[in-house]
């Protein structure tokens, strides 16, 4: 379920956001003067978001270059991927 809470809650109510951080696995949407302000969200789940983003264009590339043919496409599509890897760092 979506948590939308106004950011004073974060001060006022700290302990409580942790636990539901924690336990439901799902963000938490935090407000300031009723606009969307912030997301709070437990490292594993946030490490699980980073480490998909880190793969994609590995697995897009690589299935990329299995639809070319044989004849030096193969090269091309591998220093696009490894052009695209290493801007990410």
Do not use: H
């Not at 490490?47 to 990329?64: D, M």
């Not at 090269?75 to 760092?89: D, G, T, Y």
Request: hydrophobic content about 30%; aromatic content about 4%.
């Amino acid at each position: 379920m979506i948590q939308i809470r106004p950011n004073t809650d974060l001060k006022n109510e700290f302990q409580k956001i942790e636990d539901l951080v924690l336990q439901e696995k799902d963000p938490i949407y935090l407000t300031k003067n009723g606009y969307g302000s912030m997301v709070l969200m437990s490292l594993e789940t946030y490490t699980k978001l980073t480490e998909k983003e880190k793969e994609e264009p590995i697995s897009i590339g690589t299935k990329k270059a299995s639809m070319k043919d044989e004849n030096g496409r193969l090269e091309e599509e591998l220093a696009e991927i490894r052009k695209r890897v290493n801007v990410k760092k």
